[in-house]
């Protein structure tokens, strides 16, 4: 059995403004002195389980910094088979991967956003060791901790909804190969895997992470991600006193 990552970058990150003039993708952005993916990418290739990182990207995509990710070492592979939708990013992705590595039914995927570039390795251990063997999988969470507003057109509050049992759901979400496949065939309108995989009649297991692996989505989440990655560099990790 095998671990293997998947990070879909085909999108354009159209409310970071790359479709109005914007000269990047959101996930070319420098952030930390390094393409905005690169966090992300630099964190699953240093995990020790994983073998491979497969990341998939537009067929037209001409940004991708080839010379500089190939720091990263062999263990990263880009498939150019991006889709219009994310589902149909991961989707061409998991075929590309049989492509490369022949059949991988059971072997696990994790699939993560190209734009959480504050994962760190003990977040993909973590998630690893909670799934286990679990078939249904699981995926990266946090319990929402905000109330929470139904909000009507007028942009007025049609109701409070209640927040016991809501998390918000992360990445990565890890699933085994021809599973995930198959739901995303399944249920190709899905924003996530996970939701895929609940329109199969499974549960993935919620696994919880920590708010500090944000999804850059808005011009200011980027310095708040700037600020997480500087922040760990900047501290020295504990170490045990006998």
């Not at 940004?63 to 219009?84: F, K, T």
């Not at 929470?148 to 007028?154: A, D, G, I, N, R």
């Not at 995930?180 to 549960?203: H, N």
Request: proline content about 7%; overall charge negative; aromatic content about 4%.
């Amino acid at each position: 059995m095998s671990y293997y990552a998947l990070v879909p970058a085909a999108g354009s990150g159209s409310r970071m403004g790359a479709s109005s003039g914007r000269a990047l993708p959101k996930q070319y952005l420098p952030l930390a002195g390094k393409p905005l993916i690169w966090h992300a990418l630099s964190a699953l290739c240093a995990t020790p389980a994983i073998a491979a990182v497969f990341v998939v990207l537009a067929p037209d995509d001409v940004a991708w910094p080839g010379e500089e990710m190939a720091a990263l070492g062999e263990r990263l592979h880009v498939l150019r088979c991006g889709g219009e939708t994310r589902a149909e990013s991961v989707t061409n992705g998991l075929r590309g991967m049989v492509s490369e590595l022949g059949m991988i039914d059971d072997d696990w995927v994790l699939v993560h956003d190209a734009a959480r570039p504050c994962l760190d390795v003990a977040m993909v251990e973590r998630l690893i060791a909670e799934v286990g063997d679990d078939d249904a999988g699981g995926l990266l969470a946090v319990p929402v901790a905000d109330t929470l507003k139904l909000c009507e057109e007028h942009g007025r509050v049609r109701q409070t909804v209640p927040r016991d049992g809501l998390w918000q759901a992360q990445t990565p979400q890890m699933f085994r190969h021809r599973l995930l496949l198959d739901a995303l065939e399944f249920a190709p309108q899905v924003t996530d895997e996970a939701s895929a995989m609940e329109s199969l009649g499974l549960m993935p297991k919620l696994v919880a992470a920590d708010i500090g692996n944000l999804k850059v989505t808005y011009p200011q989440d980027l310095k708040l991600a700037e600020w997480i990655l500087r922040s760990r560099q900047a501290v020295p990790p504990a170490t045990a006193h006998g």
